[in-house]
T-cell receptor, first 118, second 114 residues
Framework: AQSVTQLGSHVSVSEGALVLLRCNYS??????LFWYVQYPNQGLQLLLK??????LVKGINGFEAEFKKSETSFHLTKPSAHMSDAAEYFC????????????????FGKGTKLSVKP | DAGITQSPRYKITETGRQVTLMCHQT?????MFWYRQDLGHGLRLIYY???????DKGEVPDGYVVSRSKTENFPLTLESATRSQTSVYFC?????????????FGAGSRLTVL
């Protein structure tokens, strides 16, 4: 069965510091993996996705993530945090054959709230 | 405007009342989904639809009803609201982008059941 674990419900960094948000997944089939960002009172926006092509995936706003099969991880990084990066971030894995998984349904982690200190 | 529109954005109701949350998309995407977001749970799938008149249960369907008479609309109804249904509800549709089906979300409907 598919599942996602995000390590750390809250992460705080200083402006200009490295951002590292951790995500580990479990999947019975080759996974598609996603990172979404949610700003207050808004819906989720796609940051980036992994679809079995390059293992290092670049997304919007300077974020990137690396797929590591041996570690079943898909951590999100950004070299230098900006105040505008403060938001909640969700890692997600394709739901496999369950509940429309082949057509987009995802299993989401519980989210990591990123705070950026000036 | 193109995209997914949810209404109302905020709703307060009382236990036992019927509530309908609306979802409208302008892309004619076949698949649509309803999720609820609760603190500590992330997002959980309530119902999904493959096309007009084709709907199916997700992970947490109890207490909810959906319909899809037109491709662009996918309303979610709480027939008799309970306090445990206080949540933020997100509608999404999926489209094929660069080899994967990708979800695009509406802005959400925050429901409070008193």
């Amino acid at each position: 069965a598919q599942s996602v674990t995000q390590l750390g419900s809250h992460v705080s960094v200083s402006e200009g510091a490295l951002v590292l948000l951790r995500c580990n997944y479990s999947s019975s089939v080759p996974p598609y993996l996603f990172w979404y960002v949610q700003y207050p009172n808004q819906g989720l926006q796609l940051l980036l996705k992994y679809t079995s092509a390059a293992t290092l995936v670049k997304g919007i706003n300077g974020f990137e993530a690396e797929f590591k099969k041996s570690e079943t991880s898909f951590h999100l990084t950004k070299p230098s945090a900006h105040m505008s990066d403060a938001a909640e971030y969700f890692c997600a894995v394709s739901a496999g054959m369950n509940y429309g998984g082949s057509q987009g349904n995802l299993i989401f982690g519980k989210g990591t709230k990123l705070s950026v200190k000036p | 405007d193109a995209g997914i529109t949810q209404s109302p954005r905020y709703k307060i109701t009382e236990t036992g009342r019927q509530v309908t949350l609306m979802c409208h998309q302008t892309w004619s995407h076949s698949y649509m989904f309803w999720y609820r977001q609760d603190l500590g749970h992330g997002l959980r799938l309530i119902y999904y639809s493959a096309a007009a008149d084709i709907t199916d249960k997700g992970e947490v369907p109890d207490g909810y009803v959906v319909s899809r008479s037109k491709t662009e609309n996918f309303p979610l109804t709480l027939e008799s609201a309970t306090r445990s249904q206080t949540s933020v509800y997100f509608c999404a549709s999926s489209a094929r982008i660069s080899g994967a089906n990708v979800l695009t979300f509406g802005a959400g409907s925050r429901l409070t059941v008193l």
